[in-house]
Nanobody
Framework: VQLQASGGGLVQAGASLTLSCVVS????????MGWFRQAVGKEREFVAS????????SVTDPVKGRFAISRDYAKNIVYLQMNSLRPDDTAVYYC????????????WGQGTQVTVSS
């Protein structure tokens, strides 16, 4: 399985971005897809996740009401819609995959940089 994230960029505060993560191969064994982010000097943190088969998702409290996760089951793409971006959303965003029977996300994409200027 390979994950290819894209859609990052440099935007002003208040703008919107949509990140995409293309999942190549192995989706039958995929339980859950997630988005994480890591800012400079900080640990990687969970942002959102979605059940691959059910399509039900959740986001972490700091982004609740601003971010939404979704997936296109037919195209094997996971999205992270980000609205009302703030400078503290600046980070490298990673998509990740968790397989059935696994407790952790084991497969990671290469990351896409999101920079929000004030």
């Amino acid at each position: 399985v390979q994950l290819q994230a894209s859609g990052g960029g440099l935007v002003q505060a208040g703008a919107s971005l949509t990140l995409s993560c293309v999942v190549s191969g192995g989706t039958r064994s995929t339980l859950e897809m997630g988005w994480f982010r890591q800012a400079v000097g900080k640990e990687r943190e969970f942002v959102a996740s979605i059940s691959w088969n059910r399509g039900t998702g959740s986001v972490t409290d700091p982004v609740k009401g601003r971010f939404a996760i979704s997936r296109d089951y037919a195209k094997n793409i996971v999205y992270l819609q980000m609205n009302s971006l703030r400078p503290d959303d600046t980070a490298v965003y990673y998509c990740a995959r968790r397989r059935f029977g696994r407790s952790a996300f084991e497969t990671w994409g290469q990351g896409t940089q999101v920079t929000v200027s004030s």
